[in-house]
């Protein structure tokens, strides 16, 4: 099992920065993959960006230039830095992780972007 915590949502306005965290714990040490999801209201919830085991990520055409997906391994901690962020970009956030077999989601965090 994997527990996952988001922390940093908030209200910013349109061309301001957040920098959303995801604390992972429980059996961390055999996730594949991890990253970020978003569901806007009325919306499908959506890739935002992902860092494999390998350090290599992957991010949304919508967010690539903008977003920045990084980690740190000591503190079991990924991070999604936002600049410039839309009103588009208002949704709640949520962490995945991708352990074998299972997939495990965070509880999300609420980003919104006032114009």
């Known amino acids: 099992q994997v527990q996952l915590v988001e922390s940093g949502g908030g209200l910013v306005q349109a061309g301001g920065s957040l920098r959303l965290s995801c604390v992972a714990s429980?059996?961390?040490?055999?996730?594949?993959?991890i990253g970020w999801y978003r569901q806007a209201p009325g919306k499908q919830r959506e890739f935002v960006a992902t860092?494999?085991?390998?350090?290599?990520?992957n991010y949304a055409g919508s967010v690539k230039g903008r977003f920045t997906i990084s980690r740190d391994n000591a503190k079991n901690t990924i991070y999604l830095q936002m600049s410039n962020l839309k009103v588009e970009d208002t949704a709640v956030y949520y962490c995945?992780?991708?352990?074998?077999?299972?997939?495990?989601w965070g509880q999300g965090a609420q980003v919104t972007v006032s114009s």
């Open positions: 995945r992780a991708n352990r074998p077999p299972g997939v495990y």
């Open positions: 429980g059996s961390t040490s055999g996730i594949m993959l």
């Open positions: 860092i494999n085991i390998g350090g290599t990520t």
